[in-house]
């Protein structure tokens, strides 16, 4: 299922949409395939037997374990946009996690030996708040996500750079509006503010 675009804050887009490895649901098409396989063999070769209703009754149970595998799987995502990191779970019961790009101090991911032949693993994000440090599990090419991770906050550093040299100057009257609020917390003196002020006037 496509992340909604109902979710998206004005300008943001999706770069990234994610569920987990197909590895994720490979044990319980295991069992699902034995127990068919063996439920045939042993209805084909004997008539009914106990045997053949307790094979049959582990089909139905590995049917069920898949099925519920299965949507685990449609319903957990990793969503990277350009704006955030964004992680959903949950049948029933949802859960989430939103990360802002800015927020993020350092990305790393996991790979064993077998994970990295399937392309798979786990990847790790610090960042900063309550949260801490946070790993997403089983996801498709780890190695992958954290370059365009990387990118996205460059690019994102980038947009706030070209943001703030865009900003015109503040006019005069509201520069000394900006001295005045800091004389009034106290972090300039009344002749500090009125040495700035002056200068500011004279330009006029």
Known sequence: MAFPTKLLNEGEEVVLDLHPHWWFLVAPVAVVVVALVATVAVATATSLTVL???LAGLLLLAALWLVARYARWATTSLVLTNHRLIHRSGILAKSGREIP???????????RVFERLIGAGDVVIESAGEGGKETFEDLPHPGRIQNEIYRQIEASKTRMADRMAGRQELSIPEQIEKLDELRSRGVLTQAEFDAKKAQLLDRL
């Open 101 to 111: 790009l800015d927020h993020i101090n350092d990305i790393s991911y996991r790979q």
């Open 52 to 54: 053949s209703y307790i």
